[in-house]
């Protein structure tokens, strides 16, 4: 059966779907639906606006919206709903940097959460964390995942102590 989608992952065009589609192979790590749409803030307003609506009343709890260059799509997701909104500035032409500026720059009030350029998989991950507060199925998920990272480190660090 597959799961009710919780997060909507957007982006701008289809050509940011290599970054973004590991947002989504994050969330399915962790048994969290999501829907994934391509709509642009520039090209398909309208359609961006009915798409948000429609995530919202399927049940999406919280948006990531991943774009490039005058990447606007994030704080227009953040403007037309009351759900948190993550952002991924994409790699571009000026190595993402524009898309990092027009992601976070938000003005007070509208908040849109900020990742590092291309990481898609931290946006996921901070989708979780959000999720987790109210699942203590998926908080113990988080956390053995946590503690995972924790012990995979130290491994690696111990393998090169005893090389
Ligand atoms: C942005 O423009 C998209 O998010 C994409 O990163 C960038 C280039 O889009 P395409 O011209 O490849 O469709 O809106």
Do not use: W
Not at 23 to 38: D, M, N, Y
């Amino acid at each position: 059966m597959k799961a009710i989608a919780r997060v909507a992952v957007l982006m701008g065009s289809d050509s940011d779907l290599p970054v973004m589609e590991k947002a989504e192979e994050v969330l399915r790590s962790f048994e969290v639906g999501c829907l994934s749409a391509v709509a642009s803030a520039h090209r398909t307003p309208q359609y961006l606006r009915s798409l948000i609506a429609r995530a919202e009343r399927k049940g999406v709890r919280v948006f990531i919206a991943g774009a490039g260059g005058a990447a606007h799509l994030a704080g227009v997701v953040a403007s037309e709903t009351l759900l948190p909104v993550i952002g991924v500035p994409l790699g571009s032409k000026l190595s993402g940097l524009d898309s990092l500026l027009s992601t976070v720059q938000m003005p007070r009030g509208i908040p849109v959460a900020t990742v590092a350029i291309d990481n898609a998989a931290n946006a996921a991950l901070l989708a979780v964390q959000i999720l987790s507060l109210s699942d203590k199925a998926l908080a113990a998920r988080y956390e053995k995942y946590r503690r995972d990272l924790t012990r995979s480190v130290i491994a690696k660090a111990k393998a090169r102590r005893s090389r």
